[in-house]
């Protein structure tokens, strides 16, 4: 398997700009999340789902972020309008309940959104 | 929701051991203990899971004391390439995946 496969690796987009992140979790997985990862707060938890439906969301800083998860093999982290303090590394995350009580989490490389 | 206290930052040498101890005093009963290591530009990747008493495996040990109160990560003979930031969790992610945080993390860094 490939792992968790994020897209873009890195963007850069002005101020106001819509921006899309984009995951493919490993087949199998029925657990996916989205974490925020700065220097200033470490590793965040966004919004997590469970058989592609939203489970807790309530790391989402705010009504500009959504995320959606349209079937088993696609997630996408959706910023509109995009600010400078969104500059940051996003990091998707996928878990399979049925490998046992291990609850490893496999991450993705992450996508580095820098906001001008 | 179970919290975790562990150095800022730790120093050590090439062959060498580390250890790196993680408090956490209101740990649940249900709760695992996980270690996860994280290098610049990549995403965090699993060690090493445990309930109680010692763990082992290829890369590893995790101690941890009746209590349950803190458990130790052992990495033996450390390497350059073993510098790298280290978190302590704690939870179970079989029924409360969001209450799983992520800390500050040790950064350690291995000296020749």
């Known amino acids: 398997d490939a792992g968790v496969i994020q897209s873009p690796r890195h963007e850069v987009t002005e101020m106001g700009q819509e921006v899309t992140l984009r995951c493919k979790p490993i087949?199998?997985?029925?657990?996916l999340f989205w974490y925020r990862q700065t220097m200033m707060r470490g590793l965040e938890l966004l919004i997590y789902f469970n058989n592609n439906v939203p489970i807790d969301d309530s790391g989402m800083p705010e009504d500009r972020f959504s995320a959606k998860m349209p079937n088993a093999s696609f997630s996408t982290l959706k910023i509109q309008p995009s600010e400078p303090r969104d500059s940051a590394v996003y990091f998707c995350?996928?878990?399979?309940?049925?490998?046992?009580?291990?609850?490893?989490?496999?991450f993705g490389e992450g996508s580095r959104l820098t906001v001008l | 929701l179970a919290k975790t206290t562990q150095p800022i930052s730790m120093d050590s040498y090439e062959g060498q051991e580390v250890n790196i101890t993680c408090s956490h005093n209101n740990i649940a009963t249900n709760d695992y203990i996980t270690w996860y290591q994280q290098f610049p530009s990549q995403g965090p990747r699993f060690i090493i899971q445990g309930y109680k008493t010692k763990v082992t495996n290829e890369v590893a040990s995790l101690f941890i004391p009746a209590d349950r109160k803190s458990s130790t990560l052992s990495l033996p003979r450390v390497s350059l390439s073993d510098t790298a930031v280290y978190y302590c969790l704690v939870g179970d992610m079989r029924s409360s995946a969001s209450k799983i945080i992520f800390g500050s993390g040790t950064r350690l860094s291995i000296r020749p």
């Open positions: 087949s199998g997985h029925d657990y």
């Open positions: 995350a996928s878990y399979a309940r049925g490998q046992g009580i291990t609850g490893e989490l496999f």
